[in-house]
């Protein structure tokens, strides 16, 4: 081994633990970049097979009643691929052992084949089939809350009349991985439920036959939803549209891009924070090991070593801290990246997961690591290399030091010795000072960014639930009633005082700008 390499094994042996604690904050960084970006990718791959597996629409619509034969209408729209229409209600649904009234979401399909779009990728039991007039298929989710499978049995009110509807299968929807009722703020598998029926049998039930009042259109590629949209609300107008809406404003897809959206963020944020500290802990600790063999680089420097070779050695003294630092990130992120996947898998329900991380997000996390740490050592290192022979050879020039101006007496006077100490060596090396304090910012901004999500969730449980939401009941017509209702409801046992509210669905636009709301 060259004389270089041994003192390189040697000075890291001595300094092993400094070395070892900057080697766990870049693997902290490291993982964490890991971590999200390989949760991003796997998530994204995931949704996007499974919307194009079961054939996700593209584009769709909410209406009163429209009868079949528009179908023809909206099919010959430039760019329409696929049209896909059904019946839609939301009903009350009993199930035993549950005291609470639940909200189902009750969808038709066809009872011969499965649909053009939206499909149901079933994890057990069957689809409905023709004849039988009370089968359902439930989502799994749902089943799961409430103890039932294939062979038990519910009761749902249809049109006002109560029936019971055998369980023939559970399934999952790309439509619904994010399943949420009308007017709740998360989730809630006990409360909402989303189920298939025949379409013979709720068209029935509902007076709707030979009609629809849901559609789904899948569009040919390269297709502005936007163009599709506007002709679609100007055929659906009449029939009681409330405006026909693209892939990105559907409810579950929303939420499920915006959680992508948060993932993006914390990637591109929070190993920035690791990865800084990281590079100001190794510029710290390598310019007090430079200082320290100040007279042996001198030294190595008279027996013919350049200032390229001395400033390669430090280098590579960074460069197998950091590496040992990536190495623990990737094996820790890897790890961390699989649960992170899963339990988003598990919460926007996806029926397959694809975890798969690319050969890229280990590369762009170790050179991204690697050169911040070098680019934070550079000014020592160029300092070391920079040294000539002689001077190196001597001891340092002591500081420049200078009297203190009359006020800067007068305060000092105000101190204790150690506290004088401490102030002059901050005001005598500011930018060191301002260093310093730097990356313990960036140490508590870790802190704080992991704290503050409990403080968050308290802040928005108490806005929502205690100031904007006052009520304790909120009760949800299906259409529009009179104030003879709020009468009867005031006359309930323990009723203080009623409300009532119309929600319409509207678009507000100011100049360029456009919002789809309520």
Request: aromatic share 10%; proline share 4%.
């Amino acid at each position: 081994m060259q004389a270089l390499n041994k003192k390189l094994l040697r000075d890291l042996w001595k300094i092993r633990g400094q070395a070892f604690a900057i080697a766990l904050v870049v693997g902290s960084g490291v993982a964490v970049m890991v971590m999200s970006l390989s949760s991003l990718d796997s998530i994204k791959e995931t949704a996007a097979a499974y919307y194009d597996r079961y054939r996700f629409g593209h584009v769709f619509a909410n209406l009163e009643r429209a009868p079949k034969h528009v179908v023809n209408r909206i099919e010959q729209i430039p760019g329409v691929q696929t049209v896909q229409t059904r019946i839609s209600k939301l009903v009350t649904l009993s199930i035993e052992g549950f005291e609470e009234p639940v909200i189902g979401q009750i969808n038709s399909i066809p009872e011969w084949g499965e649909p053009l779009l939206n499909l149901i990728a079933l994890q057990k039991g069957r689809l409905v089939a023709p004849g039988n007039n009370d089968e359902v298929v439930i989502s799994e989710s749902f089943a799961e809350a409430h103890a039932l499978n294939v062979g038990d049995t519910l009761k749902a009110v249809l049109n006002g009349n109560q029936r019971t509807l055998k369980i023939i299968g559970l399934g999952l929807s790309p439509e619904f991985v994010y399943s949420i009722g009308p007017g709740a703020l998360m989730p809630d598998d006990h409360r909402y439920g989303v189920l298939w029926m025949g379409y013979d049998t709720l068209a029935a039930a509902f007076d709707l036959e030979e009609s629809f009042n849901y559609v789904s259109v899948a569009l040919l590629r390269n297709t502005n939803p936007k163009d599709v949209i506007d002709q679609l609300d100007s055929i659906l107008e009449r029939y009681g549209s409330i405006g026909a809406i693209s892939r990105q404003d559907q409810i579950s897809n929303w939420f499920l891009e915006n959680e992508i959206k948060q993932m993006r963020n914390m990637a591109e944020t929070l190993p920035v924070i690791f990865i800084l500290v990281a590079a100001f802990l190794t510029q710290m600790v390598l310019a007090r090991l430079i200082s320290i063999e100040r007279s042996e680089i001198g030294l190595l420097k008279a027996f013919g070593y350049s200032g390229f070779r001395i400033g390669l050695h430090y280098f590579l003294m960074v460069i197998l801290i950091t590496f040992l630092g990536i190495a623990l990130g990737w094996g820790v992120g890897l790890w961390l990246g699989k649960i992170n996947t899963e339990i988003y898998a598990a919460f926007f329900k996806f029926p397959f997961l694809f975890f798969q991380p690319s050969i890229s997000t280990f590369v762009v996390s170790a050179l991204i690591t690697l050169a911040a740490v070098l680019i934070g050592t550079s000014r020592a290192v160029r300092k070391a290399s920079a040294l000539p022979p002689a001077e190196a050879m001597r001891p340092p020039a002591p500081p420049v030091f200078k009297r203190h101006t009359s006020r800067e007496n007068r305060i000092f006077s105000w101190l204790d010795q150690p506290s004088r100490i401490i102030l002059r060596q901050i005001v005598r090396w500011p930018l060191r000072s301002l260093f310093t304090c730097f990356g313990i910012a960036l140490s508590v901004g870790v802190l704080v960014m992991s704290f503050q999500w409990a403080d968050s969730i308290s802040s928005i449980i108490d806005t929502y639930f205690y100031k904007a939401q006052r009520q304790d009941v909120t009760l949800m017509l299906s259409d529009t009633e009179d104030h003879t209702v709020i009468n009867e409801v005031k006359h309930l046992p323990g009723v203080l005082q009623t409300e009532p509210a119309r929600m319409i669905s509207a678009e507000f636009t100011s100049g360029h700008k456009f919002h789809r709301g309520s």
